[in-house]
């Protein structure tokens, strides 16, 4: 099934479908309200989920799709936005970003018919909700002050004898005047790890890491970074993912 508000992307994956034999079309939907009758009708195993549409996103429907007893399997179909990407990593949902690329069409759908994951989907769906809940801001002590600052965007913080440099996308700093600790104590555990004695990283911003260098690559939109770890922090690191 193809849920899309948009006819041009619908059209697109079912052109692209037509490669797949193994595939049939079932049902194509302008909206989540009209997709979830769709979807009991004719118990689809895999929909192509839009999930900016109007009324009720995409995320809504697969919220609504958590109280059956046998959901389908989810590819996320997605204007570019790189928190939404990072969510979908992180909760192991498969995803296509517009324009679709033919090329990675064919990856995704050879990884889904090869792998098909097993995991809840429930449980799936619990992780990722929990990651597109926008974080709540931050207060961090500043010279003059305080700072509130939503953590989702720090890409890595560095210290500074009791001061802390946290680095964001666009080359902008702020200085707060707390150690690394107590930066790190205000952060969730989660998607902040210490990968050394001043260096504290946003895990989502993590591309890959190098055992032999001992080096991790930070990677954003206008740029890439690679810090140095020691042995002890990159086993602690390897352990957390």
């Known amino acids: 099934m193809i849920i899309d508000d948009e006819d041009?992307?619908?059209?697109?994956?079912?052109?692209?479908?037509?490669?797949?034999?193994?595939?049939?079309?079932?049902?194509?939907?302008?909206?989540?309200?009209?997709?979830?009758?769709?979807?009991?009708?004719?118990?689809?195993?895999?929909?192509?989920?839009?999930?900016?549409?109007?009324?009720?996103?995409?995320?809504?429907?697969?919220?609504?799709?958590?109280?059956?007893?046998?959901?389908?399997?989810?590819?996320?179909?997605?204007a570019f936005n790189r928190y939404a990407v990072q969510a979908f990593k992180a909760s192991a949902f498969d995803y296509l970003v517009k324009p679709i690329d033919k090329e990675e069409f064919r990856t995704t759908i050879l990884r889904y018919t090869t792998e098909k994951s097993d995991t809840v989907l429930a449980a799936k769906i619990d992780n990722l909700l929990e990651c597109i809940t926008p974080e709540k801001k931050i207060r961090f002590n500043t010279q003059n002050g305080f700072t509130m600052v939503d953590p989702s965007g720090i890409i890595y913080c560095e210290a500074d004898w009791n001061y802390t440099d946290l680095h964001f996308p666009n080359n902008k700093k702020i200085v707060v005047s707390m150690n690394i600790g107590k930066v790190l104590a205000l952060l969730d555990p989660r998607k902040f790890c210490r990968i050394s004695r001043s260096i504290l990283i946003n895990l989502s911003f993590l591309v890959s890491v190098d055992r032999k260098k001992r080096q991790c690559l930070i990677k954003t939109e206008d740029r890439e970074l690679t810090f140095h770890i020691p042995l002890n922090h990159l086993r602690e690191l390897e352990n957390r993912l």
């Open 8 to 78: 041009d992307g619908r059209h697109m994956v079912a052109e692209f479908l037509k490669d797949y034999p193994g595939f049939e079309i079932v049902s194509q939907c302008k909206s989540a309200d009209e997709a979830l009758k769709a979807i009991l009708q004719h118990q689809p195993g895999l929909i192509f989920l839009d999930i900016e549409m109007p009324g009720k996103s995409g995320f809504d429907l697969i919220a609504e799709l958590k109280q059956y007893a046998r959901p389908p399997h989810i590819i996320f179909v997605t």
